[in-house]
């Protein structure tokens, strides 16, 4: 087992003990619908990217079961994107959207950091780090938008 496969299990370690910082928090109702929101956004949309071989996984968890790369796209994105919630709950649109910009730049540099160094992700072809910007920050954006929306139109 390589250096890899220790860190993403470490990411798992910490992720599982995130969930104890922020599943408590109220509404809890809201976090995990976060949660699992941004989880079947990064899978779905990641998978569309992986099949056409925009992004490669060389090192990943359950390598014969999934193309994607589950740590991030299940775990780690949509923690970052509770957390985020959780600190945008009162903001302004413009402070929404710094916020957005914010959380993206260090995943985008950890992102460029793992390609460069690591085997954990490769881009190919016309992808490249500051589309997994883009796409990180716009569904930052459009789940906050969902959760508002829900919020909004749920019985008080």
Same mark, same amino acid.
């Given at each position: 087992?390589?250096?890899?496969?220790?860190?993403?299990?470490?990411?798992?370690?910490?992720?599982?003990?995130?969930?104890?910082?922020?599943?408590?928090?109220?509404?809890?109702?809201?976090?995990?619908?976060?949660?699992?929101?941004?989880?079947?956004?990064?899978?779905?949309?990641?998978?569309?990217?992986?099949?056409?071989?925009?992004?490669?996984?060389?090192?990943?968890?359950?390598?014969?079961?999934?193309? /994607?790369?589950?740590? +991030?796209?299940? !775990? &780690?994105?949509?923690? =970052?994107? *509770?957390?985020?919630?959780?600190?945008?709950?009162?903001?302004?649109?413009?402070?929404?959207?710094?916020?957005?910009?914010?959380?993206?730049?260090?995943?985008?540099?950890?992102?460029?950091?793992?390609?460069?160094?690591?085997?954990?992700?490769?881009?190919?072809?016309?992808?490249? /780090?500051?589309?997994? +910007?883009?796409? !990180? &920050?716009?569904?930052? =954006?459009? *789940?906050?938008?969902?959760?508002?929306?829900?919020?909004?139109?749920?019985?008080?």
């Amino acid at each position: 087992m390589g250096w890899g496969y220790i860190f993403l299990w470490f990411l798992v370690f910490i992720s599982v003990i995130s969930a104890f910082h922020w599943l408590p928090k109220q509404p809890i109702k809201d976090w995990v619908i976060v949660f699992c929101f941004k989880a079947f956004l990064s899978g779905f949309v990641d998978s569309f990217v992986v099949a056409e071989g925009l992004v490669s996984y060389p090192v990943r968890l359950l390598p014969d079961v999934f193309e /994607i790369h589950i740590v +991030f796209d299940l !775990m &780690v994105f949509p923690i =970052l994107c *509770v957390y985020f919630n959780q600190t945008t709950l009162h903001s302004r649109l413009s402070g929404i959207i710094l916020q957005s910009i914010l959380y993206g730049i260090p995943i985008a540099l950890f992102e460029w950091w793992a390609e460069v160094n690591t085997e954990l992700i490769n881009h190919h072809n016309w992808w490249n /780090i500051f589309h997994s +910007f883009l796409f !990180m &920050v716009l569904t930052f =954006l459009l *789940v906050r938008a969902f959760i508002a929306l829900i919020r909004k139109y749920s019985d008080p």
